[in-house]
């Protein structure tokens, strides 16, 4: 990834969005609280559309 000078944002084309499989296992362990304590769990995202991508769907 590259930063864009003049924005400061990320460049992100020709980068494949994936999952942080570190990030699969706190939602794994989200889960398995809200299970037996209840409650609610918010997911944190980056980019404008990266909770619509294949690979976030999938993990959700």
Do not use: F
């Amino acid at each position: 990834m590259w930063m864009d000078p003049a924005t400061g944002k990320i460049i992100r084309e020709g980068v494949p969005a994936i999952h942080n499989p570190l990030d699969g296992n706190a939602l794994a362990a989200a889960l398995s609280v809200k299970e037996q304590y209840g409650g609610e769990i918010t997911l944190i995202t980056m980019g404008l559309c990266a909770a619509n991508t294949p690979s976030a769907i999938r993990v959700l």
